[in-house]
């Protein structure tokens, strides 16, 4: 058996058990229900893997919602694109960011009643994907309630997808999501003095 052939037997080997292996796993994952995914961390990249979630489910043609917090005084290009979509509910807080207004009061007014429209899709059973983004810097900064938030999020219906975002998630959030991801940064064009891009950054 010259060399070639033996490298390409001793590939199909390896990705036969590869395969078992793979394929083991998916028949014993036969469990169906809404996920609560959580994407922390100080790297780039959170907002926008939660968004392309969204532009997965819809579409799949599920009903979804979006709330942003922090948010809103940019045009983003997410808020463009679903903003007037049927099949997404989209609310934002509009303060912009905390550094900005520099006003605990009216940014707690804020994040309250921007929270209540969370409320009414985490109890409505027709909206199947919700994005509640930067979520993680109201209960960081202690401007919601972490016990009514966790209590939602356990309470919502039994096949609903919440996908929240934002930097050093709560640990009681890690503990209660079925998937963490932690998007680290190693390298921002930022740091170096380049401008936000539109479509990139926004």
């Known amino acids: 058996m010259d060399h070639d052939t033996g490298r390409k037997l001793r590939h ?3 990705m036969q058990r590869k395969k078992a292996h793979i394929d083991k796993r998916i028949a014993a994952a036969d469990v169906d229900k809404g996920l609560l995914v959580l994407l922390t961390g100080d790297g780039k990249g959170k907002s926008s893997s939660a ?11 599920l009903r979804c919602g979006v709330v942003q917090f922090i948010k809103g005084q940019w045009e983003c290009g997410e808020q463009m694109l679903f903003n007037d979509h049927p099949l997404v509910e989209f609310h934002v807080m509009n303060t912009g960011f905390t550094w900005e207004t520099q006003d605990r009061e009216k940014d707690i007014e804020a994040a ?9 899709l985490l109890r409505d ?20 309630d972490p016990t009514e ?3 939602a999020l356990r309470e919502r219906p039994a096949d609903q997808h919440v996908i929240i975002t934002g930097r050093n998630a709560n640990q009681a959030l890690v503990e209660i ?22 479509g990139i950054d926004y």
């Open 112 to 120: 309250v009643a921007t929270w209540a429209h969370a409320v009414d």
């Open 149 to 151: 938030v966790l209590d």
């Open 177 to 198: 999501a079925d998937t963490v991801s932690e998007v680290k940064d190693i390298k921002h064009a930022f740091n170096s003095g380049v401008r936000v891009q539109k």
């Open 51 to 61: 968004f392309g979630m969204l532009a997965r489910s819809v579409g799949h043609g």
């Open 12 to 14: 199909k080997r390896a």
């Open 125 to 144: 059973p027709a909206v199947k994907v919700i994005v509640l983004d930067e979520l993680t810097y109201m209960l960081t900064y202690g401007y919601l």
